[in-house]
């Protein structure tokens, strides 16, 4: 059977290309240029390699700069350290990321806390987590959520020793 040439054309670009494949080991190239020029499509590959080193390298400075994580020799390798900075702004977006549960009971949690005024910074966190996970403000130290959130809520209380100044509640309905 005679094929047209337009297709023998694509047959034999294929072809090339199967080779190339099974010669060079590595995923097909991209473009027609990548299958005809192979040493470009190696130069292509190893710039983006390096690009990509690069924007790794740019994140590890940014986080580094901002205090989220320390390099460490260890054993003769560099290892990557969370800080305590690091450790907070990982809680922060897991709380803000996780997938809120409406209650199944449909009942309400709530938290009341009297934090004395020389740990303001506490209080100020705590009304800063609380209102990761959603929860809202009734008064300023009186906060309400429709949420599952129980767990999170007992979690940042032990974390920062927390305990003594918060009182937790679940609530049957809320009446306007």
Not at 45 to 74: A, M, S, T
Not at 102 to 112: E, H, S, T
């Amino acid at each position: 059977m005679k094929l047209p040439i337009t297709e023998k054309f694509l047959l034999d670009v294929y072809s090339h290309i199967e080779k190339l494949n099974e010669t060079y080991n590595f995923i097909a190239p991209r473009t027609m240029k990548d299958a005809f020029y192979p040493d470009l499509y190696k130069l292509r590959n190893k710039y983006e390699k390096q690009e990509e080193r690069q924007k790794f390298n740019q994140l590890i400075y940014y986080l580094k700069k901002n205090g989220y994580i320390k390099i460490k020799n260890l054993e003769q390798n560099k290892g990557v350290i969370l800080t305590k900075k690091g450790e907070e702004k990982i809680l922060r977006i897991k709380l803000k990321t996780k997938k809120k549960k409406g209650r199944a009971d449909k009942k309400w949690q709530m938290i009341i806390f009297d934090i004395p005024e020389k740990k303001r910074h506490l209080r100020d966190l705590l009304r800063s987590k609380l209102y990761l996970l959603n929860y809202k403000m009734l008064q300023q130290s009186i906060w309400i959520c429709p949420y599952d959130v129980a767990k999170e809520t007992e979690f940042i209380l032990r974390k920062y020793s927390l305990d003594p100044y918060v009182k937790l509640f679940l609530i049957e309905e809320i009446k306007k």
